[in-house]
């Protein structure tokens, strides 16, 4: 990040200076991706100016890495034959991923220069539901016949595979584009220049439809290390396949939407940094007055226990820890059991186990915590506990229960909801820290409560 830093104060310098000879050489010794990071840190105004420096080639790699807004920027300052040139170098699931975040005036403008042939397959891409498999696959792929030659698979690779947005993996088809099998560039360099295709070819393919999940089709990426995956429709035809990079993409994309849920907040497609105050404002508010409403009923508790608390007053100096214990105890089951089951891991047929499982981690966790507790409380709380009129032990007793029951109680809530909310069709990940605490808070103080009514006493 500081080579970064010392790299955009470098450009603004050759910038101010109007050296934009050296300028060129800079950028054409740098990645796309670090291109794209620094000039998202450049003065907007600038960018235009930059972006003509770049070759063709090179324009449109660093493109893709901007960010929508960067990028409507750059299309509203284009010419036609500009934009023309943009768009030719672009692979068609990149085209479709800037169409799909731009403005109604600006993709008719894009389509508008688009290949008529290549408009046609954005407009079929565009048809899959978002978030299918569908929608992120691309149809720039080499297909090969199974009576094909080696030296004729060769022959059709170097035709069209400059077009391509991978070549290391080439599909077998029929004539009715059915897929019949895969075979490897490194299995075709291997073999004789006469082998038939169909004597190499590997036919057990792993594939997905084209209406698939895209989370599903990502991480099948990440199950078999995948470089392509195919996609097919309902009569097993190749009709696109979709490439690491868009399941990496995918990946992110979900695993930061979790973590917002998981934090209570409404997932968000823009970064943090482009993401305006009331934008966020209106992404985190809605999670934050149902979980206050929902508080509401720990409040109703407290009021309905005043007369014990009255009775004895120091025990609400322990309400917070437990409160906080039982809270952090269902955290701690329920992200663990919603990432096990965001990998496959853990699945609906598994409860039983996992909740034998959290019952025994529980009752180890809740004794630990409550002998440590019990000695804490005998040698720091006792003259504050004498103080008040009640006796040590027992009100150091009343905690220590309480908290066994409490983590007991947390680990079961905690690793039971997201699973009972996947079966009815609900992101496991609401059912993370913020909603897991607040129902483990009111079940913490009822515990709490009920425990020291009857070993102290009072009412």
């Known amino acids: 990040m500081e080579e970064l830093n010392l790299l955009k104060d470098k450009i ?96 008719k403008r894009i389509l508008k220069h688009t290949d008529p042939n290549i408009r046609a397959s954005i407009n079929e891409i565009l048809k ?15 297909d090969l016949k199974k009576n094909m030659t080696v030296e004729d698979a060769f022959t059709r690779i170097r035709r069209i595979g400059v077009d391509k947005e991978t070549i290391y993996t080439c599909y077998v088809i029929d004539e009715n584009r059915v897929l019949l099998g895969l075979v490897s560039v490194k299995d075709l360099l291997l073999a004789d220049q006469s082998k038939i295709i169909e004597d190499i070819m590997e036919t057990n393919v792993i594939y997905v439809n084209t209406l698939d999940d895209q989370e599903d089709a990502a991480k099948t990426f990440d199950k078999y290390d995948f470089l392509a995956l195919p996609v097919v429709d309902n009569e097993k035809r190749l009709v696109g396949i979709i490439t690491v990079d868009d399941a990496i993409d995918v990946i992110q994309e979900e695993n930061t939407e979790d973590i917002e849920k998981m934090a209570a907040i409404m997932p968000n497609d823009k970064p943090y940094t482009q993401t305006g105050v009331f934008e966020t404002y209106k992404k985190r ?7 206050m409403i ?8 407290i009021q309905s226990y005043e007369e014990a608390l009255a009775a004895c007053v120091i ?11 039982g809270g952090n105890s269902g955290g701690q089951s329920s ?37 440590a507790n019990f000695i804490k409380m005998l040698i720091v709380d006792r003259g504050e506990i004498i103080a008040s009129g009640q006796n040590p032990v027992m009100v150091a007793l009343v905690v220590c229960l309480t908290l066994i029951f409490t983590v007991f109680f947390a680990k079961l809530i905690g690793c039971t909801l997201p699973m009972l909310a996947k079966k009815v069709g609900f992101d496991p990940a609401v059912m993370a820290s913020p909603f897991i ?7 913490s103080l009822m515990i709490f409560f009920r425990i020291a009514t009857i070993m102290l006493h009072i009412s």
């Not at 080639?57 to 750059?74: G, H, K, P, T, W």
């Not at 508010?285 to 979980?291: E, N, R, T, V």
């Not at 605490?437 to 079940?443: I, K, N």
């Open 335 to 371: 992200v663990t059991i919603i990432r096990g089951m965001s990998l496959n891991d853990i699945e609906m047929k598994d409860i039983f186990k996992v909740v034998w499982k959290e019952i025994r981690v529980a009752l180890c966790c809740g004794i630990t915590l409550a002998a």
């Open 12 to 107: 603004l310098g050759l910038l101010i200076k109007k050296n934009y000879h050296e300028l060129r050489n800079l950028f054409d010794g740098m990645e796309p991706a670090d291109i794209g990071i620094v000039f998202e840190d450049l003065p907007k105004e600038s960018l235009p100016l930059l972006f003509r420096l770049l070759s063709k080639e090179q324009a449109a790699e660093v493109f893709v890495e901007l960010n929508s807004d960067m990028q409507e920027l750059l299309i509203e300052g284009f010419s036609d034959f500009e934009l023309k040139e943009v768009l030719e170098e672009l692979y068609l699931d990149d085209t479709v991923d800037i169409i799909e975040e731009m403005p109604a005036n600006v993709v």
């Open 315 to 325: 025990l609400t100096s322990f309400i917070p820890m437990i409160m906080d214990t």
């Open 128 to 142: 899959y539901p978002k978030y299918s498999a569908g929608s992120i696959m691309t149809i720039e792929f080499v």
């Open 294 to 301: 929902s508080a509401t009923f720990t409040g109703k508790i």
């Open 285 to 291: 508010i809605p999670w934050l007055l149902l979980l």
């Open 437 to 443: 605490t607040t129902v483990v808070d009111a079940v």
